[in-house]
């Protein structure tokens, strides 16, 4: 079942690294965060860990410019996510009417209303996570201009995260760097649910809502983007 998968992320690694060299690979790394932001199976933590790799043991690309291109790419691909979300709410998205994607989006709505700028944070880490949150934060009508800042604080880090494992990966398979992109990936997902499951069980133990009003979801709102009757 996983094979697939595996034959996807090894044929994306070997494109990613063919145009490595390109001027073009700064647009594609823009691209593929920014689309990231709302369809989840484009893996843009695999791009940017696989550009780092090569940055790190060919000197191409430019890594300070491909970790900016993602920044931007992953902000740009959040704000999108949320004007859908706000737009037309989460029950006519494909992906997230499945049994898991409605359990992240339920998961999403109540959490928003305790933890937001935690859980936005957090959530920037899980693929399909994330798109849930940022949806949902629309849908409920987060307060668009606290969200805004804190997805730009979420992309930068993650940005900064995805690099780091590329280097790490690197410096420890520097003799294979096709070895060095897949322990890479690998890496990253695993340490991506780590932290979403280790902030979680915080979020657990603190309770409470947060002191913020601007971080409480409307009341009546619903992850559809609709009100409840009163």
Do not use: C
Request: positive net charge; without cysteine; hydrophobic residues 55%.
């Amino acid at each position: 079942m996983l094979e697939p998968i595996y034959a996807f992320l090894d044929a994306l690694g070997l494109w990613v690294l063919d145009l490595a060299a390109s001027p073009w690979v700064y647009a594609a790394m823009f691209g593929f965060a920014t689309v990231d932001g709302f369809f989840p199976p484009l893996p843009s933590e695999s791009v940017l860990i696989t550009l780092a790799v090569s940055a790190h043991s060919t000197g191409v690309p430019w890594l300070p410019l491909v970790l900016l291109m993602g920044a931007l790419g992953a902000w740009a691909g959040d704000q999108i996510a949320y004007q859908i979300g706000r737009m037309i709410g989460t029950q006519r998205v494909p992906f997230l009417r499945s049994a898991r994607g409605r359990r992240a989006v339920a998961r999403a709505e109540r959490l928003l209303a305790r933890r937001g700028a935690s859980f936005i944070l957090a959530a920037r880490y899980v693929p399909i996570g994330r798109v849930a949150v940022n949806m949902t934060a629309g849908a409920v009508r987060y307060p668009r201009r606290r969200f805004m800042i804190i997805a730009a604080i979420a992309s930068v880090m993650w940005a900064l995260y995805s690099v780091g494992i590329g280097i790490m990966a690197a410096a420890w398979f520097g003799h294979n760097p096709l070895l060095a992109i897949g322990a890479g990936i690998v890496f990253g997902v695993v340490a991506g649910f780590a932290i979403d499951k280790i902030v979680m069980w915080f979020q657990r133990r603190g309770g409470g809502d947060d002191d913020d009003d601007d971080d409480t979801v409307p009341a009546g709102a619903t992850a559809s983007g609709e009100r409840t009757a009163a």
